[in-house]
């Protein structure tokens, strides 16, 4: 079984930063894009940043400048630094894969989500 499982979400005031962290354990063979997506209350989840295994990043436009995705291929983990949140950054955050098992199937596979909270 695969899974991923994130922390390091919270409270945090306007202003401030957090670090999120995605491991993924399992028969894993390879995991390709790693990537956070969020959803805030009646909206839809969106992509937040990705980074591909060799390390290329992306980035929706209201995190730019803010944020900055990182990955540890031998520890099978991404991160997710924010700097200068704001509480329109207030959602629930999930790290998404596609990865290859190590009977070699495709899969994507999200985690269970973690909150993030930003107070003015």
């Known amino acids: 079984q695969v899974q991923l499982v994130e922390s390091g979400g919270g409270l945090v005031q306007a202003g401030g930063s957090l670090r999120l962290s995605c491991a993924a354990s399992?028969?894993?063979?390879?995991?390709?894009?790693m990537g956070w997506y969020r959803q805030a209350p009646g909206k839809q989840r969106e992509l937040v940043a990705s980074?591909?295994?060799?390390?290329?990043?992306n980035y929706v436009d209201s995190v730019k400048g803010r944020s900055s995705i990182s990955r540890d291929n031998a520890k099978k983990t991404v991160y997710l630094q924010m700097n200068s949140l704001k509480p329109e950054d207030t959602a629930v955050y999930y790290c998404?894969?596609?990865?290859?098992?190590?009977?070699?199937?495709?899969?994507?596979?999200w985690g269970q989500g973690t909150l993030v909270t930003v107070s003015s």
């Open positions: 998404n894969t596609g990865l290859i098992t190590t009977d070699i199937r495709d899969l994507e596979v």
């Open positions: 399992g028969s894993i063979f390879r995991i390709n894009t």
């Open positions: 980074i591909t295994r060799g390390g290329s990043t």
